[in-house]
DNA sequence: AAATCTCTCTAACAATCGTTAGAGAGGCCA
DNA sequence: TGGCCTCTCTAACGATTGTTAGAGAGATTT
């Protein structure tokens, strides 16, 4: 890993558990093992850090983006029950392995979780990440879904809302709260087989 | 009001905005109006306004919650409309006004959903506060509804996770997202309503 | 071989950090 | 009146903050 590359990281691990303020170019500097001035090299000044990650984000979650599109517009294979259907095509195109528990992207939503309060770019990204982008993906799927006859149509702005709402409290409640550890993870995806399987399969 | 408890509300609007490190003991005073010395004169370090914040807060829904136990033990007077009685009853016992929109209450969340990352014991604190207590709460006063008659016993366990799970979307769309604006609390209160009636007059 | 480019270093800068010693002013009790 | 308590002030402390000038080492280009 370049020297860029692990300044960036490590000021994405301090920034996203004490603060952007709270850290001091020497904590990243210490951390990584180099000198202050080397820092200044590779970036212009500390907010320039910060740029970077968010920079680096954005780029990164649109790249997900065009694959959800993608994965969405591929008709699933029929599988035995059509609860297994709806849960296996949403947590695909919710990406959960490669989103919510991707330890960049997990690290980044805490960063803008702490940040977006003094800082309106982090707070619009902040909003569309957690909120806007996720709601649009899963009507998307929710109508296709409904199209392919698996769902009655009247239903489809109903059942969103509700999947979305209890997405959002689990994200929150399991992998945006604390350390992100393998039991918070399994507990996440045990709470979200149980709803998926009480809410199309019963 | 005293100058203690200026520095307590100067110091919580600071914290819950930028954080607690990013925040100088001049800063505080500047806003105030007193000098670094008169502060410690009232506490003993830094460190000390915060855990004050954080005692005033634990006092202050201790006490919360105590009224919800009373609130919900009164049986309520008949509603015409069985929707409207659950609505209220719930909106009731949720206690938004005296909780969520309350100045000092929301800004000690905001606070504690900054520091939760590196500080354990808020960590708790914000847990217990955000998602456990509502929870109990909420299943408690669903419950009684259920022995009245209001609700199918069956149904209790799925309609209180439902709920709770969309009460706390809302929360953090809403009301711990950027600025508390009269915009985002009638957005707030405009979807608890609509929740309320597609789920129990439908 | 000479010059240039890439990267890291030493060493320091003014500004700001949390904190403290000690003086002074006003009210209360002896 | 004299002594004490409460509260605020001036002035400073060593430590840490973000940032910079400039030198040096190694690789690449001329």
């Known amino acids: 890993m370049s020297t ?6 490590v000021a ?8 952007y303020e ?13 000198k202050e001035s080397t820092l ?6 500390k907010k320039d ?24 517009e591929k008709p699933r294979p029929k599988k035995g029950k059509k609860a297994d259907d709806i849960s296996l095509q949403m947590m695909d ?23 977006q309060f003094h800082n309106e770019e982090i707070r619009e990204l902040y909003e569309k990440t957690l909120f806007t982008d996720p709601y649009e993906i899963q009507l998307s799927v929710f109508r296709k879904l409904s199209s392919a006859g698996a769902i009655p149509e009247k239903d489809v702005e109903w059942i969103v809302k509700e ?5 959002t409290m689990l994200t929150f409640k ?22 998926m399987t009480r809410r199309f399969l019963a």
């Open 40 to 45: 200044y090299y590779h970036f212009k000044n």
């Open 93 to 115: 195109s919710y990406m959960i392995d490669s989103y919510l528990f991707d330890p960049f992207c997990n690290l980044m939503l805490r960063l803008m979780m702490i940040e």
């Open 22 to 34: 709270a850290v001091s170019i020497r904590d990243i500097c210490g951390e990584v093992g180099i």
């Open 174 to 195: 399991y992998l945006l709260n604390g350390d992100l550890t393998e039991k918070r993870k399994n507990a996440y995806y045990r709470e979200v087989h149980e709803f």
């Open 163 to 167: 999947y979305h709402s209890y997405m």
């Open 4 to 9: 860029r590359d692990k300044i960036m990281d």
């Open 49 to 72: 850090i910060l740029d970077s990650l968010i920079e680096k984000f954005r780029t990164h979650i649109d790249g997900l983006l065009a694959h959800v599109d993608e994965l969405t």
């Open 12 to 19: 994405l691990n301090m920034f996203s558990e004490r603060g």
